[in-house]
């Protein structure tokens, strides 16, 4: 075994430790499927929580979305982002010539999965904020692959803003049916049937 | 050649077998019957047996291992148990943001110093170390996170949280390194003891309350427990408890009062986490509806959290040491 998967055995273990990281599979069972996974967004340790509630034969293959300059600003950070999760990196300043989905499209056309947060930012607890497009682009541009929605409840506890050692809460992950678009649907239409799909599965869980 | 002949580890051997013979046997027995097609009433039944029948697997298997790996071990072990009741505790109740560095304080500071207490066998500083000074170190620290809302109600929860699963827990591994008078080396007994009694006293009130049907005591927090229920689970754990006598440092009469003293708190403990789980809107946690995905360790854990501390105070005091 090499440094990388040691080192992230290790923090899957650490995230069980002080988590739990149970994951609740309704609708659709952990398989080795292409997926665009989708959910809430409310903490740093958002990500790190729906990676290791996975099985660990599809971290491998699931990525996360990184923030170029922040991600990538000191070697342990890049090395901890490229080598123990895979990530796409995507840059948040927008330059003319370049689509910002590009890292993701071609993340996607490599066959590999996503998780993404497409409320772009942090929300407050409550209710997620209204979802960005990049979402519903995706779809557009792979109809196959599916789209797993998913609620993570209780992480806000686990690590609020501004805080940096995690306090041990148990936290699940309700994963449910793939969604897909529908043709002709509106962008608008579909990102906010994504998005009631997503809280609709905090009662579930 | 009688067994009070026989050298401690070679008793202690003894004892295991019989343990785990005997409850192999119940499994089994257990395990045959449930081919059967009982009614819907028959199988809560048995599911409430099973139930119980898994906490003393895991009671006994703890127990083994803290004999087996020695006192630095247990207490370890002890720790991590605390741990993850306490990680369960925190999860049902609604904390807030300010109270994140009390949490911490909790987790990782008070925590691991009592255990490290308790491998000191430094007991006096083990016994008032959480009733005073995290009594008062956590309120500070929760106040200086500048949130007044709801305060009392936020401290007192932290700390009833730490009085039950780490100071109350803590004491189940004091046991195993209390030096009594003629009785070294052999603390695996008293936890032996205490874990048996306890698990004797659930076991007995959850088949006499299903029994007996008597009405129950505060239906609106346990179906199950009436007063009748609990003396019978008192008085079953008295029993094993004499029956027992041979293995504590306590002569026959005495054992019966310790094992009816905690077997009877332990059940209490019990009936007090179900008003916490109906409080936290949690019906069942055994496992497959909890809310959390908490695998219901605290739940299998808190009469021995109720019991363990009562039962080491009356040893001490029995003992005056």
Sequence with gaps: MKLPEVAGLALAFVARLITGAQGHWYGAPPKAEQRIYFANHQSHFDWVLIWASLPRELRAVTRPIAARDYWTSTPLKHWITREIFNAVYVSRERKDAEDPLEPLLEALRHGDSLVIFPEGTRGHAGDPAPFKSGLYALALAFPEVQLIPAWIDNVQRVMPKGEVVPVPILCTVTFGAPLSLLPAEDRRVFLDRARAAVIALREVA | ?321
């Design chain 2, 1 to 321: 050649m009688g067994l009070r002949d026989l050298s401690v580890s070679h008793q202690v051997g003894l004892l295991f077998v019989a343990l785990f013979g005997v409850l192999a046997l119940v499994t089994l027995v257990t395990f045959v019957r449930s081919f059967g097609a009982p009614g819907p009433e028959r199988r809560t039944l048995q599911e409430s047996f099973v139930r119980g029948l898994r906490a003393v697997w895991i009671g006994a298997t703890i127990f083994w291992i803290s004999w087996a790996a020695g006192p630095f071990v247990s207490t370890l072990l002890f720790g991590f148990v605390s741990f993850l009741a306490l990680r369960e505790f925190v999860t049902l109740t609604h904390t807030r943001r300010g109270d994140h560095r009390s949490l911490l304080l909790a987790f990782f500071v008070v925590l691991p110093l009592q255990y490290v207490l308790v491998g000191t066998r430094l007991f006096n500083a083990f016994t008032v170390f959480i009733p005073v000074y995290v009594f008062f170190a956590i309120p500070v620290v929760s106040a200086l996170a500048n949130d007044p809302f709801h305060f009392l109600e936020r401290t007192a929860k932290i700390q009833w949280g730490i009085t039950v699963c780490v100071y109350g827990l803590s004491h189940t591994p004091a046991l195993l390194l209390l030096d009594l008078p003629n009785w070294r080396e052999r603390g695996a007994f008293l936890v032996f003891y205490l874990v048996i009694v306890v698990a004797t006293a659930q076991l007995a009130q959850e088949l006499a309350s299903r029994r007996l049907r008597r009405r129950p005591v505060a239906r609106a927090i346990s179906r199950s427990f009436s007063w009748r229920a609990w003396l019978a689970g008192a008085a079953a754990a008295a029993v094993v408890g004499a029956l027992l006598y041979w293995t504590t440092p306590f002569k026959p009469l005495p054992s019966m009062a310790m094992g009816a003293i905690a077997g009877a708190t332990g059940t209490l403990g019990q009936f007090v986490m179900d008003a916490l789980k109906r409080d936290a809107g949690v019906r069942t946690w055994s496992g497959r509806a909890s809310v959390t995905g908490a695998v219901g360790l605290l739940d299998r854990v808190a009469p021995l959290c109720f019991a363990a501390p009562v039962f080491f105070h009356s040893v001490r005091w029995y003992f005056g040491i």
